[in-house]
């Protein structure tokens, strides 16, 4: 089949509702009636002898055929959407755009503060969101172009993937000012007498710090199990228990509760932070603006 004889346009259509799983959220993305979504499909449909998208219950799910086109036409629509930018240089002290940044909640506090004060300066028309997604699902979301850049630890991703390293922090422990088991250092031993608040998004399973104690045939006790970590420095505050965090979020997050931050009292690995983006980008303009105020901001 010569390229000739297909409407690019189409391509757009099927990625998008392969994204959204639903000729309805499609046609919103894309800002088209429902009726031209679905005569695209249609036409999509006739070209490659397939239907594509099979409908089950409230949603489109994709056939085998489908699965096996996504990535192929995910590259070709970044790399030419790439060659059109890269034809008119990203300036951004007037052009209008909006960056749509992955982000676990936790990192929001210590990333956006220095990342939107220098965008701010430097870009008038330049917006930032900050969005959270399931790491299972970055990878497809990076190459969607859904979003365009994204912050997290070191992950497990295939070579479409590039990152590097943006930031290296030191783990510490927080406890309430007066703490009785505490006079000075926190050593192994009275760490380990205390009781703990272990915070994770995960229902079970240990932290990254109970790893390293396993290792060396120790446990610490896990009093409380939270997701966020704002709220176990207050629940720190007006108890006894311990809590473990990375040391640049518990600088900020403690100054309102002026709890002790305590070196961790043994040596494990940091806690360090990847800058990621997809490879369809790694020379597009605007991303690569992106990718270098992110890293600027996080400068000492």
């Known amino acids: ?82 060659t059109l930018n890269g034809l008119n240089q990203f300036d951004p002290t007037s052009m209008s755009k909006q960056f749509k940044l992955g982000l676990r909640d936790v990192l929001e506090a210590t990333i956006l503060p220095p990342l939107l004060n220098l965008v ?39 070579k479409e993937i590039r990152h590097t390293q943006i930031e290296q922090d030191c783990i510490v422990v927080v406890a309430r000012p007066g703490h009785p088991a505490i006079t000075g250092d926190l050593d192994l031993a009275c760490y380990l007498k205390q009781e703990h608040i272990l915070v994770s998004s995960r229902r079970k399973g240990p932290g990254v710090q109970d790893f390293e104690l396993s290792r060396l045939g120790m446990e610490r006790r896990i009093r409380l199990r939270c997701q966020h970590y704002f709220a176990a420095c207050r629940v720190v505050s007006q108890t006894n228990l311990l809590l473990t965090m990375p040391g640049r979020y518990a600088r900020i997050a403690n100054q309102q509760f002026g709890n002790q931050i305590l070196p961790f009292p043994l040596e494990i690995p940091s806690h360090d932070m990847y800058l990621y983006w997809h490879s369809n980008v790694d020379k597009d303009p605007a991303n690569c603006w992106l990718r270098e105020q992110i890293v600027q901001s996080l400068l000492p």
Do not use: W
């Not at 190459?143 to 992950?155: E, R, S």
């Open 120 to 158: 701010c300066t430097t870009a008038p028309l330049v917006d930032i969101a900050a969005l959270q997604v399931e790491r299972r699902a970055l990878e497809s979301a990076l190459a969607a172009g859904t979003l365009d850049a994204a912050i997290d630890v070191l992950l497990p991703l295939s």
């Open 1 to 82: 089949m010569h390229i000739s004889r297909v409407d690019l346009n189409l391509f757009t259509v099927f990625e998008a509702i392969y994204v959204e799983g639903s000729v309805t959220r499609a046609s919103e993305k894309l800002n088209l009636t429902q009726p031209a979504i679905s005569h695209a499909l249609k036409r999509l449909r006739q070209v490659f002898d397939d239907p594509l998208f099979v409908r089950q219950g409230h949603s489109m799910v994709s056939t085998p055929l489908a699965r096996t086109m996504i990535e192929p036409v995910r590259r070709a629509l970044r790399g030419l959407e790439v």
